[in-house]
RNA sequence: CGGGAUGUAGCGCAGCUUGGUAGCGCACCUCGCUUGGGACGAGGGGGUCGCACGUUCAAAUCGUGUCAUCCCGACCA
């Protein structure tokens, strides 16, 4: 390809409205143009990369015995009604109408319609187990697009399906889905980490996801929080990790429930500060609104919440399925207990009766306790009036035992440490790149598929579903592999492998020698650009850079002596060799 | 949806406070010159100042509304 006709246009500065690297690089080196909020145009230069992943994914995925087919992107709403998720999944899923006024949505995941065609195709437990996939663009009507193609709307994504008639084939497959995942990112020059995570919306059991940890404060594109074990091979999404405690005080010594004043004292800390007790003594009360109903969280004072994990406490207690979670408002607090932020607590709660003459007591409220104060003894809760607490609080004795349940969030910085060996836990952040669940019999039970087994009785798939972000996975790799003048493809999926630069056209030596090092490398099938252009040497090198090409070959001035110049883009390294050494060497990178 | 900010040429920005000919750098076109790290000179093209309404003799500038985009919190590949 003549660098003259590739259709690129880099930019000289960075676009404004960019706040990570990898968007900032990917537009301003021509890769990729905004469409509107988390929707972009792939050019040229970036779809070559997207095909270059997809072409891994797809080596690997048939050689997990995974099948592709091709799913519609719209699909019909009554396929999510029988599913169920037509009324849960939220504004995420963009809707629309066709022109008989039938409901449809774009698709931002495909379990319905795979379950679809795994009903009316698979009929016997003797077709099975299958593993279906496809590759294509999802839309997800997000809150807030993001980080170029980090968090778009519409973006590519590999999504497989395994069927099975048993728990233990699903198990097998998974297995050997996450050893292809680890392989996908390694081809493409990521380094990945599997990390325990909540299994979310899309509901099931066990689930992994593939961060590329970030391991930078100063870049906030990786959005998860990652706790991770250097001795073992613990890792965990923060919406699922759990830690082992040091040891703490957990007896308040105060020797009989009372209520105390405790004036202006609006944080666990000033509590402690005012009782002279630690903060581990005293247990911690918030109040969130589920789906418009208050629930009451409990944990230990030095310990903060998980949302997530309160999420699924609720769920595992029978609260149903949830849509909305967050926490009240000091407003909210007043109305439904009378004292406010700070002065909340678990006494005198599912004991008096709701009555018209006094809203402000409340009634039977679902409280959840986190497993940190099962074993306090004689602590401090809020007293549900303004500047009042107890103090000398007993489960059982003062207050009903609650239900318990993990829904702390773990804190590597406080000394926390590795639930499975127990040496030091550590925080970093993360992007996902992949994820693969254990879904069960989820959507099958809901949809009605079924095979049949060896006893000749009706059975649900046991299903797994399995995701690789094509787009994000592009982007981390930039994330990952740039400096101060442009990206740094890995090899595996750079646009092009090389780049050939006379440096001066106009000069016959220059250009002879660059087009025969060209027309060497093309007839190799080595995918290689020649930067025909009539510009400055500076400008072609600034645009190789940031383009990222992995080799330079450069025909300058030394054609004179028999050499050019060689520039490794990720090493920086340059050397000048003779013409053919130059070949010889892209040749050697490439395995040709 | 809540909080904050920004919309002026393809990109990056100034002008707005104090209303009166729409500007700068880069990019683009022509000519010259130059050719190892985003040269230089001369000339040129390109903008409903996000949109609507209002105030005014006059609005990029003031007011109201609206839309879009970005950032901070709840979604996820």
Redesign the pocket.
């Known amino acids: 390809m003549k660098m003259s006709q590739l259709f690129v ?12 690297m990898s ?1 900032k690089l990917l537009v ?2 021509g890769f990729i143009r ?1 469409l ?4 972009y145009n792939y050019l040229p230069l970036m779809w070559r990369v997207l095909r270059k992943v997809e072409t891994i994914v797809r080596e690997e995925m048939d050689g997990a015995g995974a099948q592709e087919l091709l799913m519609p992107f719209v699909q019909p709403e009554e396929l999510w009604r029988e599913s169920g998720r037509w009324d849960v999944y ?1 504004k ?1 899923l963009m809707r629309l109408k066709d022109r008989h006024d039938r409901g449809m949505c774009l698709g931002p ?1 495909h379990e319905e319609v795979i379950t679809f065609i795994a009903r009316e195709g698979i009929k016997s437990y003797k077709q099975l187990p299958v593993n279906l996939y496809q590759i294509q663009s ?1 839309f ?1 009507d ?6 170029g ?5 519409e ?3 590999k ?1 497989a399906y395994s069927f099975d008639s048993t728990q233990e084939g699903l198990e097998k497959v998974y297995k050997v889905m996450a050893d292809a995942y680890t392989r996908v990112f390694d081809r493409c020059g990521l380094e990945t980490k599997s990390v325990q ?2 299994s ?3 509901g099931g059991a066990v689930s992994h ?2 961060m590329v940890l970030i391991d930078d404060t100063e870049n ?1 594109a990786g ?2 929080n990652v706790f991770f074990c250097k001795k073992c091979d613990y890792a965990a999404n923060s ?1 699922h990790a759990t830690s082992i405690l040091p040891e703490a005080v957990l007896d308040g010594g105060f020797s009989e429930c009372k209520l105390t004043d405790t004036p202006n004292t609006f944080t666990v800390e000033e509590v402690a500060g005012f009782l002279n007790v630690p903060t581990t003594v005293i247990c911690k009360s918030m109040i969130y609104i589920v789906d418009k109903k208050p629930v009451m969280a409990l944990i230990r004072g030095d310990k903060q919440f998980e ?2 994990k309160v ?1 699924n406490a609720l769920i595992a207690n029978g609260f149903g399925s949830i849509n ?3 926490s009240a408002a000091p407003a909210e607090l007043e109305e439904i207990f009378g004292a406010g932020k700070g002065f909340i607590g678990p006494k005198n709660l599912c004991h008096s009766e709701h009555s018209e003459e006094s809203p402000a007591k409340p009634v039977k409220i679902e409280v959840i306790a986190d497993l940190t104060t099962k074993e306090m003894k004689n602590f401090v809760i809020g007293g549900n009036e303004n500047d009042k607490h107890y103090v000398g609080v007993n489960w059982g004795a003062d207050v009903p035992e609650p239900k318990f349940a993990d829904i702390r969030l773990a804190e590597a910085e406080k000394g926390e440490l590795c639930p499975v060996c127990n040496e030091p836990l550590y925080l970093t952040k993360g992007i ?4 693969i ?1 254990q879904l069960g019999t989820k959507y099958s039970e809901k949809m009605n598929a079924v095979f049949t087994d060896e006893e000749g009785k009706e059975r649900p798939f046991i299903m797994g ?1 399995y ?7 592009a982007s981390a790799a930039v994330e990952r592999h740039h400096d101060e ?2 990206i740094k493809w890995p090899i595996a999926i750079a646009p092009y492998h090389a780049i050939v630069v006379p ?5 016959g030596k ?1 250009s002879q020698i660059a087009n025969e090092i060209y027309s060497k490398l093309l007839a190799k099938g080595v995918e290689v650009v020649i930067d025909d252009r ?13 383009i990222g090409f992995p080799f ?1 070959i ?6 004179d002596e028999g ?3 060689f ?1 490794t883009r990720e090493t920086g390294e ?1 050397e000048k060799i003779s013409p053919d050494e130059a070949v010889e060497k892209v040749f050697k990178a490439l395995g040709k």
């Open positions: 246009q880099t930019l000289r500065e960075f676009p404004s409205d960019a706040e990570v968007h301003r080196a905004k509107a909020s988390g929707i939220g995420e995941t999802k997800r997000e809150i807030r697009p993001r980080f193609l980090l968090r778009g709307r973006f590519i994504m999504d995570s909540d979310g919306a899309i996801e593939y906030n959005e998860d919406n949302e997530t999420m909305e979670i967050r996902e790149v992949g994820n669940f579903c995701g690789i972000g094509i787009s994000r996975t003048w442009g440096v001066n056209v106009s000069d220059q009539d510009e400055r040497a500076g400008v072609k090198f600034k645009d190789a850079d940031l330079r450069t025909a300058g001035k030394t054609v050499l050019v110049e520039k340059v």
